[in-house]
């Protein structure tokens, strides 16, 4: 009796091992759990696009919100200074409306990890009084307008007076954009006196000179009143016409990490790229990745 009063202790204390043993395996998952909705903490610096620059901010006030801890810094200076930034380890996110190779060396493009955040469309604006008279560009007048081959506007159908060029420097991927898929490749006249690599600086200097034009991202003139977009062949620069492939002047915007992303920086691409944010990307002006018509 004695040995089997002892034989079945033996076999309750396993059995409450075992239990125990199944509580602590539970709890790893638990606290694995836990961790992956913990609080973020850290920095991230970004540089580079003006043109994805208010995306960026919009995404970093709401991811702020949820990670009160996580530093973030933001500041344009064009896509060719995001990426030789980024490249540098300088910033943890080089913002660029092109991609990597087109504006750095191959050795170190390869380096660099791309997420891809929302697609751009690039229209042509002009000073209001422009704008009474001419409604629509064809390319060969854009090319015409940009290259200084014309440089009145009532060549074009527009009123008696200079056309006035305010140009982007040529580390603007915009620039690249534009020169690319609106002139066809031909290189823009500069005007170094109204030149920028700020777009709401340009959206200010195109306002206030009469005879301008330049060129923005589509998400500078959401509620804009203070210039007028154009129309190319007569298609307007919309997210509609972008998405159905009939406005021919748009491309990917790009965050770019120097390796993967890690840490703060990873929470931050992943928030952007997120079905959470993707409904404010519209909001803004810049489209959706998947709605483009292959």
Same mark, same amino acid.
């Given at each position: 009796m004695e040995l089997k009063k002892w034989m079945a202790l033996a076999v309750s204390s396993a059995a409450i091992v075992a239990v125990a043993g199944c509580g602590g395996g539970n709890s790893a998952?638990?606290?694995?759990?836990?961790?992956?909705?913990?609080?973020?903490?850290?920095?991230?610096?970004?540089?580079?696009?003006?043109?994805?620059?208010?995306?960026?901010?919009?995404?970093?006030?709401?991811?702020?919100?949820?990670?009160?801890?996580?530093?973030?810094? @933001?500041?344009?200076?064009? *896509? =060719? !200074?995001?990426?030789?930034? +980024? %490249?540098?380890?300088?910033?943890? /996110? $080089?913002?660029?409306?092109?991609?990597?190779?087109?504006?750095?060396?191959?050795?170190?493009?390869?380096?660099?990890?791309?997420?891809?955040v929302a697609v751009l469309t690039v229209a042509p604006v002009v000073n209001k009084d422009v704008a009474e008279t001419v409604k629509s560009l064809t390319k060969q007048q854009l090319q015409d307008v940009f290259t200084a081959k014309v440089t009145n506007w009532e060549d074009v159908g527009g009123p008696d007076e200079p056309i006035v060029l305010v140009t982007r420097p040529t580390t603007s991927g915009t620039r690249a954009l534009f020169t690319e898929l609106?002139?066809?490749?031909?290189?823009?006249?500069?005007?170094?006196? @109204?030149?920028?690599?700020? *777009? =709401? !600086?340009?959206?200010?200097? +195109? %306002?206030?000179?009469?005879?301008? /034009? $330049?060129?923005?991202?589509?998400?500078?003139?959401?509620?804009?009143?203070d210039v007028a977009a154009i129309a190319i062949d007569g298609v307007a620069p919309t997210l509609e016409n972008t998405y159905n492939g009939t406005y021919p002047v748009y491309g990917y915007e790009h965050m770019y990490t120097k390796g993967e992303a890690k840490d703060a920086v990873k929470a931050f691409l992943a928030y952007i790229q997120s079905d959470e944010y993707g409904h404010e990307i519209e909001k803004q002006g810049y489209g959706v990745a998947s709605k483009m018509k292959k």
């Open positions: 998952p638990a606290k694995s759990g836990a961790a992956s909705g913990a609080k973020v903490t850290g920095q991230v610096t970004v540089s580079g696009s003006s043109a994805l620059l208010p995306l960026a901010k919009d995404a970093a006030a709401k991811f702020k919100t949820k990670n009160p801890e996580v530093s973030l810094t @933001l500041n344009a200076g064009g *896509s =060719g !200074t995001g990426l030789k930034q +980024v %490249a540098e380890g300088s910033v943890n /996110i $080089g913002m660029s409306d092109v991609p990597a190779e087109t504006k750095l060396p191959k050795e170190k493009a390869k380096d660099l990890v791309d997420h891809k609106a002139l066809g490749g031909k290189e823009e006249a500069s005007n170094k006196s @109204l030149e920028t690599d700020d *777009s =709401g !600086t340009l959206m200010q200097s +195109v %306002a206030q000179t009469k005879g301008a /034009i $330049g060129y923005v991202a589509l998400s500078y003139l959401v509620n804009n009143k």
